[in-house]
């Protein structure tokens, strides 16, 4: 057997990519909807874009001197045409070129939001894969911190309406950090590692760097105090006096802003300051944001302001949002025991004798039209295995239709306290009339339940 031949046969998945089952598929995609319904309170609107893209657009995001690690993130491949194209890896860049395109007559301000697939070609770890489900939303046509306030205020009402408990949202401003900087006077290689180590919260390098940097005692303490610019409103009095450039300033009136404005919203509690914070993703322009909670050991939600990153498609246009990664998020939700806030009951199972097969399909159709989740049996397992069946997929009731009862259906409930597939083994048992029963199930008596449905 050739190697190829070896592929194809072999079981598993590629490497960063995952089945998910059937409990884990209704959980997720009720996770979704949830997250769908608290955007369309807050006035944002749908939008799918396609999950693939030209390379060209993708690479827009990138800074023109980091393009090969940007390159390394993507999956690239070829049309029949020869045309370089890749999986999206985030969102924001495909819906900047929306909005720079078939949305350009569009009225500003746009509220946006999306959940969608994103692909990463990264190393696999706990918490991230190379194919993920992702939600977020966007704030285009505005410049005001009025616009990045909500957008924080957003991601906290939303992380307490799904009933995570213990999570914390850290803002910061980019422009701050490289103002700071600025006022410095380091050279451009020596910047840039200082951001770096920023960026990767690695105080150790940070530290050292400034140790080694051509600079006086007292610049070197001032710098050194930027990654302890951290809390409440209190940090922005003391960051003043690092704000020694036009840049920074601006930076620091904005973002004292952007805090006065989460007050009113009523989620400055839930907000705390990192002046030195910055996102890894370099279209960055203002704002900054990151959610986590302390039992998880990943980002939940991150975001920011992105002023220029429109116009990379030819149309000017600020913008800010955030996204958050849905699998983490419901992973955080199961490991508190927030989700599901209520299990959904199973099924019932139909099963019958084969005299009244005609009648058990009927019925179950009956119960469909009301809303139920109905399996009717199809395989003629023996009473046995349908028994253990039953319990093992969690049946909230296995109906028989019998031939020794013909108008009537044997009904069984589960011991709910029973291992999986011993709950119908000492099940209460009643018999009913199958118009009553459905009455019962459907509402109404059972003539005009028997009525209704003829």
Known sequence: MGNEEKALNRPGT?????????????RLSELEDRVAQVFACWGYDPVRTPSYEYEDVLLRAAPRDDLAAWHQRLFRFFDREGNALALRADMTTPIARLVAGRLRRAPLPLRLCYVEDVFRYEEPQAGRSREFRQAGIELLGSRFPEADAEVVALAVRLLETLGLQGFRLEVGHVDFVRGVLEGFALGPDQERGLREALRRRDYVAYRRQVAEAPLPAGARERLLALPTLRGG??????????????????????LSEVWR????????????????????MSYYTGMVLEG???????????????????????????????????????????????????????????????VRREEALAVAARLREGGHAVEVEVARRTEAALRIYAGRRQARLWARLLDPHPGAVRLEHPDVQAPAAERFRGARVEVLPVEAWLARELGGPAEEVAARDR
Do not use: C, I, K
């Not at 590629?14 to 209704?26: A, C, I, S, T």
């Not at 409103?233 to 704000?243: F, H």
């Not at 998020?329 to 099924?347: K, S």
């Open 14 to 26: 590629p490497r960063g990519v995952r089945d998910l089952l059937p409990g884990e598929v209704r």
């Open 233 to 254: 409103g209190d940090v922005l009095n003391e960051a003043a006096g690092l704000a020694a450039t036009p840049r920074a300033e601006a930076a620091l009136e904005n």
């Open 292 to 354: 986590l909670v302390e039992d998880v050991g990943y980002l939940l939600v991150s975001g920011g302001r992105y002023d220029e990153l429109v116009g990379r498609f030819g149309r000017t246009v600020p913008a800010t949002g955030f996204a958050l990664g849905l699998e983490r998020l419901l992973l955080a939700l199961e490991r508190q025991g927030a989700w599901p806030a209520v299990a959904p009951p199973g099924p019932v199972l139909v099963t019958f004798d084969p």
């Open 261 to 280: 404005l989460l007050d009113p919203h009523g989620v400055q509690g839930r907000v705390r300051l990192d002046l030195a914070m910055l996102r890894d």
